[in-house]
């Protein structure tokens, strides 16, 4: 929970800096492509204010109305972020593309910019800004990157392909995948900038704010479709079930699982169920002293383990 934290509120300060910059520069230019910028900086900052929410609705503890805690509250706020936020920023970028495209010629500045009594060039103002923008981004990516590398590692999965379906750490999933397009979005805005500053044809301006709104909506539909995942109660992979399983049937007082369960309830907090046949020969006070002894196994096995409920069968 601290490195997710951490990642959002990185983030928070680098997108809020840079949101500021972009819709200067936008005013300064009239640049499309730079505010395409300006509103992929003001949703990313908007994102991490839903997050920070998030993660702090999901630290309340159980109660009577939500026995298993407000863990899926991370999971609910981060689908916001990828349907209201990243959807209308990216639809509204977009849609602001494809007007420049349809009728160039209308963007504004190119007049030179007169700063403490020296002229700078339109260009060159959005060209600092999108450099200072991939610098704050590149320090918010690191630390996104550094926490997801860490799950990666401690679960063993094969990459970052996986850790994206697998993970349930929706915030830092969210975060990271913002930076990346936070990263590629200003890429494609210098570009399209630089080349419009080179021929002198404002489509290609046009063109990158264009992609970036489409960037946006691909990434938006991504992220709500890995939140639904969650929000639906799915299970662990089969191989994280398996050594779970194990750990029971392997168990020398255990004759047979009859039924296993096992699903987020919050972002690594599980909540396992089982159905287990025991030793017809253990009695009411043996039986309830190794059920304890499971449950503590599963928990100490794997540290997502939270809840676990095992019913005897005869």
């Known amino acids: 929970m601290a490195g997710s934290t951490s990642v959002v509120v990185a983030a928070l300060f680098a997108n809020g800096v840079i949101a ?16 395409s910028e300006t509103y992929h900086s003001i949703s990313d900052t908007g994102n991490q204010v839903f997050l920070l929410i998030g993660i702090r609705d999901s630290k309340r503890g159980e109660t009577q109305s939500h026995p298993f805690g407000h863990g899926k509250s991370q999971f609910f706020y981060s689908f916001l972020v990828s349907v209201m936020l990243f959807g209308i920023a990216g639809w509204e970028s977009a849609k602001h593309g494809y007007d420049a495209l349809m009728h160039p010629g209308h963007g504004g500045g190119g007049e030179a910019l007169v700063l403490l009594g020296f ?27 550094a926490e997801l590398r860490r799950q990666i590692e401690e679960y063993e999965w094969s990459g ?3 850790a994206f379906r697998e993970t349930s750490d929706v915030t830092t999933l969210t975060a990271f995948t913002e930076d990346t397009v936070a990263l590629v979005g200003a890429v494609l805005a210098l570009a399209g900038i630089g080349l419009t500053e080179l021929t002198g044809n404002e ?3 046009a063109g990158a704010a264009l992609l970036i709104g489409i960037l946006l909506m691909g990434f938006a539909i991504a992220l ?33 699982i009859d039924h296993f369960r096992a699903s987020y309830v919050g972002p690594e907090k599980l909540l396992v169920a089982l159905d287990v046949s ?4 253990l009695d009411t006070e043996e039986l309830d002293d190794h059920i304890t002894e499971i449950e503590d196994e599963l ?5 997502r383990v939270h809840f676990v409920y095992i019913e005897p069968e005869l």
């Open 203 to 205: 489509l290609f301006d």
């Open 160 to 162: 970052l392909v996986e």
């Open 224 to 256: 709500a479709w890995e939140n639904k995942r969650l929000l639906i109660g799915e299970s662990v992979p089969v191989d994280e079930e398996q050594a779970l399983r194990d750990i029971v049937k392997n168990d020398p007082r255990v004759v047979h």
């Open 20 to 35: 500021v910059l972009k819709f200067l520069g936008y005013l300064a230019t009239g640049s499309p492509s730079m505010l």
């Open 119 to 145: 002229e700078i060039e339109p260009v060159l103002v959005n060209v600092a800004i999108l450099l200072g923008a991939i610098a704050f981004e590149s320090y918010a990516f690191l630390k996104a990157n």
């Open 278 to 281: 025991f030793d017809p020969e």
């Open 299 to 303: 928990k100490a096995a794997d540290d």
